[in-house]
């Protein structure tokens, strides 16, 4: 589609906003992506203790 520029924020720019909309105490960290040239995607699912 000649989209490959923007690739990355169409398809790994929404994974963060989708795990808070899912669930607000999970939060995506990610440095990098296959999408922008990097080997691998890193990234790591968190969610908060229950206090």
Same mark, same amino acid.
């Given at each position: 589609m000649g989209l490959?520029? =923007?690739g990355h924020i169409l398809s790994c720019? +929404?994974?963060g906003t989708f795990c808070t909309g899912y669930n607000p105490? =999970? $939060?995506l960290e990610r440095t990098q992506t296959i999408m922008q040239g990097a $080997?691998?995607?890193d990234? +790591?699912?968190r $969610?908060?203790?229950e206090t």
């Open positions: 490959a520029e =923007i720019g +929404r994974d105490k =999970i $939060s $080997s691998h995607c990234f +790591r699912y $969610s908060e203790e």
